[in-house]
């Protein structure tokens, strides 16, 4: 069973600089991929970024990048120049190759300061 | 040109009444889902359906029913409603693993 885990139930950043959130996970696959959605106050789940785990490259989507660490199973978020639209809850979620459930973490309520 | 579409976004009804939401997806993936997402935010799979079959059916109460007329729509229908019922529900569809879900807007139950 795959278990997620984000430790940091709020965090803030001021406008325009940057901020990394936190996620770690287990899973007893070698094959699964990782994500990451954000829930805007319009309860909207978005899919920010994806990360396959047999890739060591991290992905990065424009101003958001992710540094996955397999052997420590850490999976974080970096957002970059932050903007007043990037507050919301965020999630991180895993799931198996072989299964399509989708497990996600609690969340981090992300708060931007203008 | 909506790809998940959930109906009702409101619903508010009586402990003990019988209500439905209903889900529909034009996205041609086969396989569907049903979240509930509590007070507190949490998102937990209640149910999974690939090309018509129940694949995932988590510890729910049986009063919670899904259905899938076609691989294009999946319903939940609860029964006999209680408190502890008020959510919010996600509809979600999936192709492959490789490319996580797109989900509905979300249905939020208040159970009164």
């Known amino acids: 069973a795959q278990t997620v885990t984000q430790s940091q139930p709020e965090m803030s950043v001021q406008e325009a600089e940057t901020v990394t959130l936190s996620c770690t996970y287990d899973?007893?696959?070698?094959?699964?991929?990782l994500f990451w959605y954000k829930q805007p106050p319009s309860r909207q789940m978005i899919l920010v970024i994806r990360q396959e785990a047999y890739k060591q490259q991290n992905a990065t989507e424009n101003r958001f990048s992710v540094n996955f660490q397999k052997a420590a199973k850490s999976f974080s978020l970096k957002i970059s120049d932050s903007q007043l639209g990037d507050a919301a809850m965020y999630f991180c979620a895993s799931q198996e190759t072989s299964g399509s459930r989708l497990t996600f973490g609690e969340g981090t309520q992300l708060t931007v300061n203008p | 040109d909506t790809a998940v579409s959930q109906t009702p976004k409101y619903l508010v009804t009586q402990m003990g009444n019988d209500k439905s939401i209903k889900c529909e997806q034009n996205l041609g993936h086969d396989t569907m889902y049903w979240y509930k997402q509590d007070s507190k935010k949490f998102l937990k799979i209640m149910f999974s359906y690939n090309n018509k079959e129940l694949i995932i059916n988590e510890t729910v109460p049986n009063r919670f029913s899904p259905k899938s007329p076609d691989k294009a729509h999946l319903n939940l229908h609860i029964n006999s409603l209680e408190l502890g019922d008020s959510a919010v529900y996600f509809c979600?569809?999936?192709?492959?693993?490789?490319?996580?879900?797109?989900f509905g807007s979300g249905t939020r139950l208040t159970v009164v």
């Open positions: 979600a569809s999936s192709h492959r693993a490789a490319y996580g879900y797109t």
């Open positions: 899973t007893s696959e070698s094959d699964y991929y």
